[in-house]
Nanobody
């Protein structure tokens, strides 16, 4: 069974930094894209950043220049380094794994998308 477990959220003052991590576990053969989305109270979930298996990235304009996404394919882990945090960055941050190919015992592998449970990031003085 595939699981995504996030860590690294918390409370930070404006201008501070946090590093989020998300580790995917299970019988994983390959993950096409990993990324981070966020959802603030009363707002829709929005893309923060994604990274392909080859390292290509897509970063939201609102965080470009402040946030950096990276991944360790050997560990099936994606990271989000968040610098110069602003109060408007406050949200629940969700990890995603898109096009995840997992083994199914003697059956054919399956490809699906997965989400983490979310981690709270609060930027406040």
């Amino acid at each position: 069974q595939v699981q995504l477990v996030e860590s690294g959220g918390g409370l930070v003052q404006p201008g501070g930094s946090l590093r989020l991590s998300c580790a995917a576990s299970g019988s994983i053969l390959h993950i096409n894209a990993m990324g981070w989305y966020r959802q603030a109270p009363g707002k829709e979930r929005e893309l923060v950043a994604t990274i392909g298996s080859g390292g290509s990235t897509n970063i939201a304009d609102s965080v470009k220049g402040r946030f950096t996404i990276s991944r360790d394919n050997a560990k099936n882990t994606v990271y989000l380094q968040m610098n110069s945090l602003k109060p408007e960055d406050t949200a629940v941050y969700y990890c995603s794994a898109g096009g995840l190919l997992s083994a199914q015992g003697m059956g054919l592998p399956i490809m699906s998308d997965y989400w983490g449970q979310g981690t709270q990031v609060t930027v406040s003085s």
